[in-house]
C-alpha cells in the first residue's frame, strides 16, 4: 500500500543507520574475509591488479570482489568497502579518494599504426570528452568510427585502427604492456575521480586502514605513459 511505501523509507533508514553503527564498532572476526565491491570494469582492470601486491604481503586477510553500482553494498553491511567514481562525500560513509580516471589520445606503437594525424578516431559514447581532449574544432573535423561498447575501441585501436581515449584506470594493462601509446602533445582530461567508502568508524581499524592506504598509494603512483607516439593528434 502506499502508507506502507512511506512507512518503509525511513525504517530503511534506520536499518541502514544501524548496519553502519555496528559495523563502525564490531571487531572483525580472526579470518572472516573482507569483501570490496566496485562496478566490474574497475573490479578487474584496476581493482584486481592493485591488490595483486597487496595480498602477496597480507595473506592472511581473505579479501572477495563484488559488483557495486552503488553505496548500498556498505549500507547494508554486505562489503566493508564500496569503489565508486564522483561520490567525493556521503552522509554516513567516510569518503578516501583514490584515483583520477585521465583520458587522453592514445594508439597502437608507430611499428603497426597510421600516423595519429591522418587516423581514424574510435569514441564509444564519449565525444564530449574527445571535444575537451581536441579543443578548436578538432574533434569535429575529423573522421570517426563509433562502437556500441568501449573495449571494442579500445582493441581497433590496439590494432592499429585508429586513435581511441584511453582511460588511465580501464586501459592500464594496455598502456603497461605498450599495446597503446598516448599521442606526443595532446592533454589529458578528467573522465571521473574514485573514492573508496565506508563506516568512518571502521578507518582506524587494522585491515581496512592497511587496504586503503594501499589503495591510496597505488592511485597516486598511477599509470607511467612515458612512452609517446611522434606524430600528434
Given at each position: 500500500?502506499?502508507?506502507?511505501?512511506?512507512?518503509?523509507?525511513?525504517?530503511?533508514?534506520?536499518?541502514d543507520a544501524i548496519s553502519i553503527a555496528t559495523q563502525s564498532v564490531a571487531p572483525r572476526t580472526t579470518g572472516a574475509e573482507m569483501v570490496i565491491a566496485a562496478p566490474a570494469d574497475f573490479a578487474?582492470?584496476?581493482?584486481?591488479?592493485?591488490?595483486?601486491?597487496?595480498?602477496?604481503?597480507?595473506?592472511?586477510?581473505?579479501?572477495?570482489?563484488?559488483?557495486?553500482?552503488?553505496p548500498d553494498v556498505v549500507l547494508r553491511g554486505r562489503a566493508a568497502i564500496a569503489i565508486l567514481p564522483g561520490l567525493s562525500s556521503h552522509p554516513e560513509l567516510a569518503a578516501t579518494h583514490l584515483?583520477?580516471?585521465?583520458?587522453?589520445?592514445?594508439?597502437?606503437?608507430?611499428?603497426?599504426?597510421?600516423?595519429?594525424?591522418?587516423?581514424?578516431?574510435?569514441?564509444?559514447?564519449?565525444?564530449?570528452?574527445?571535444?575537451?581532449?581536441?579543443?578548436?574544432?578538432?574533434?569535429?573535423?575529423?573522421?570517426?568510427?563509433?562502437?556500441?561498447?568501449?573495449?571494442?575501441?579500445?582493441?581497433?585501436?590496439?590494432?592499429?585502427?585508429?586513435?581511441?581515449?584511453?582511460?588511465?584506470?580501464?586501459?592500464?594493462?594496455?598502456?603497461?604492456?605498450?599495446?597503446?601509446?598516448?599521442?606526443?602533445?595532446?592533454?589529458?582530461?578528467?573522465?571521473?575521480?574514485?573514492?573508496?567508502?565506508?563506516?568512518?568508524?571502521?578507518?582506524?581499524?587494522?585491515?581496512?586502514?592497511?587496504?586503503?592506504?594501499?589503495?591510496?598509494?597505488?592511485?597516486?603512483?598511477?599509470?607511467?605513459?612515458?612512452?609517446?607516439?611522434?606524430?600528434?593528434?
Amino acid at each position: 500500500t502506499d502508507a506502507g511505501q512511506r512507512y518503509l523509507i525511513p525504517l530503511r533508514a534506520a536499518f541502514d543507520a544501524i548496519s553502519i553503527a555496528t559495523q563502525s564498532v564490531a571487531p572483525r572476526t580472526t579470518g572472516a574475509e573482507m569483501v570490496i565491491a566496485a562496478p566490474a570494469d574497475f573490479a578487474v582492470n584496476w581493482l584486481l591488479p592493485t591488490l595483486g601486491g597487496f595480498r602477496a604481503t597480507h595473506p592472511s586477510l581473505e579479501l572477495k570482489l563484488a559488483d557495486a553500482t552503488g553505496p548500498d553494498v556498505v549500507l547494508r553491511g554486505r562489503a566493508a568497502i564500496a569503489i565508486l567514481p564522483g561520490l567525493s562525500s556521503h552522509p554516513e560513509l567516510a569518503a578516501t579518494h583514490l584515483v583520477d580516471d585521465r583520458r587522453f589520445p592514445a594508439t597502437a606503437p608507430a611499428t603497426s599504426a597510421p600516423p595519429a594525424g591522418d587516423a581514424v578516431l574510435l569514441t564509444a559514447d564519449d565525444e564530449q570528452l574527445w571535444r575537451q581532449a581536441l579543443p578548436g574544432g578538432g574533434f569535429d573535423t575529423r573522421p570517426h568510427m563509433a562502437f556500441a561498447r568501449r573495449e571494442l575501441a579500445v582493441r581497433a585501436a590496439e590494432l592499429g585502427r585508429g586513435v581511441v581515449l584511453a582511460s588511465s584506470v580501464e586501459d592500464a594493462a594496455s598502456l603497461m604492456a605498450g599495446r597503446l601509446v598516448p599521442v606526443d602533445t595532446a592533454p589529458d582530461v578528467l573522465a571521473a575521480s574514485w573514492y573508496a567508502l565506508c563506516p568512518p568508524g571502521r578507518l582506524s581499524c587494522p585491515e581496512e586502514r592497511a587496504v586503503l592506504d594501499w589503495l591510496v598509494q597505488a592511485g597516486a603512483a598511477g599509470v607511467p605513459v612515458e612512452t609517446k607516439s611522434p606524430t600528434a593528434a
